[in-house]
């Protein structure tokens, strides 16, 4: 890193950006505006201290953002060993909003025997890593299910994906009593730092629902909840055209309306043409990016990291509205780069077939 991210943070102006939670079955709205009114004042208690499981690791052998604008903290290409979850240990709730044609794709409900072994070749053959947001109560018990299931998420992090919390039943979370909520989520992170050694700090409430109750009680807990701003409808449908299709019309219609050039893509790991759909999303996305060249354009880069989409809470409720992400422009510049090249090379090897 030549620039320490508060510099560069000062350099990036500000992005305000309307964020609603379209598609994200939150049924909250959110603007992005920082002076947004909070309906509620109370400010959740202080984080307990962190517990002797470690935080869930993972290799640093890509350029990842430097998002955090502590001046103190390396940037994570620097660090032979991050501890990944570990820095977005804030209580605040990303939402996916982004000004920046960046793409994390996030896996939910698994793992599944029938499904997420395929998705992760697929994965590796499209050198693609995701976030996987596990529903742990597959996982737990001696049966032959709930081992192959731990296997399968042992597996996923070899492969150097990144493991989250998806609570232990998948029930909706604010319909549950404050003492049940902590426990869906505390025995969820139980069972992964059980298999994977390791816990995460990471969780995405089913359903996306929330509550401002719900949202304190995580943050209390120093849970940093993970949405999705490109909902690709997938539960709903039951082939790969159709995922395929709500994904492209979803990403123009975020443009569109809210100057979102990106995203958290939401997929389930459950459903065999969730699977289908996502080397044929990659591959549309790596075919606009030979237009997007041309046109001289932002191209889409497909990232691994929630730090892309994260805003530190500082201060902030947990429920309050959460601004844009502000980006590291060095990083974001060197990462645009490196992908016009690959594009350029891609694009010319395509065409001239
Ligand atoms: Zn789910």
């Keep these: 890193m030549t620039d320490s991210p508060r510099r560069a943070l000062r350099r990036t102006a500000p992005l305000v950006l309307c964020v609603t939670t379209f598609l994200a079955g939150a049924g909250l709205a959110y603007a992005t505006h920082p002076t947004a009114a909070s309906s509620h004042a109370a400010f959740p208690p202080p984080m307990p201290p962190p517990e002797a499981v470690p935080a869930l690791t993972r290799r640093a052998d890509d350029v990842t953002p430097a998002l955090d604008p502590e001046p103190t903290e390396p940037a994570l290409e620097d660090v032979p060993s991050p501890t990944f979850a570990e820095n977005l240990r ?16 996030t896996f939910d409900d698994g793992p599944d025997a029938r499904n997420t072994p395929r ?19 597959r996982m737990e ?3 032959a299910w709930a081992e192959q299931n731990r ?13 989250a919390n998806h609570t232990h039943r998948h029930l909706q979370l ?8 902590l426990e869906e989520a505390s ?8 298999v994977l050694g390791a816990r995460t700090w990471l969780l995405r409430p089913p359903g996306g629902s929330r509550s401002p109750r719900v949202d304190r009680l995580l943050a209390s807990r120093g849970y940093t909840q993970v949405l999705w701003n490109l909902g690709t409808g997938d539960p709903q449908v039951r082939d790969a055209d159709a995922v395929v299709r709500t994904f492209t019309r979803v990403l123009a219609h975020r443009e569109r309306s809210y100057g979102e050039r990106g995203g958290i893509v939401l997929l389930h790991d459950t459903h065999a043409w969730s699977v289908d759909a996502v080397p ?7 075919e606009r990016n030979c237009a997007l060249l041309e046109a001289g354009e932002e191209l889409y880069d497909i990232v691994d990291d929630p730090r892309w989409f994260h805003v530190a809470r500082g201060e902030r ?37």
Excluded: N, Y
Excluded at 90 to 105: C, K, N, P, Q, Y
Excluded at 174 to 181: C, I, K
Excluded at 187 to 194: K, N, S
């Design 90 to 105: 804030d209580g605040m709730v990303i939402t996916g909003a982004s000004a920046h044609r960046i793409l994390l794709f």
């Design 280 to 286: 044929r999303i990659v591959s549309w996305v790596r």
């Design 151 to 163: 296997e399968i998420a042992r597996d996923i992090a070899r492969r150097g994906h990144l493991v």
């Design 141 to 143: 018990g001696r049966g």
């Design 174 to 181: 604010p319909t549950l009593e404050s003492d049940a909520v």
């Design 119 to 137: 998705l992760l070749d697929t994965l590796d053959q499209l050198g693609v890593r995701a976030v996987f947001f596990l529903t742990t109560h």
């Design 187 to 194: 025995r969820a992170d139980a069972v992964i730092a059980e």
């Design 317 to 353: 409720d947990p429920s309050d509205a959460a601004p844009a992400a502000r980006f590291d422009e060095v990083t974001l510049a060197r990462r645009q780069g490196r992908l016009a090249d690959e594009t350029r090379q891609r694009c010319e090897r395509v065409a001239s077939r």
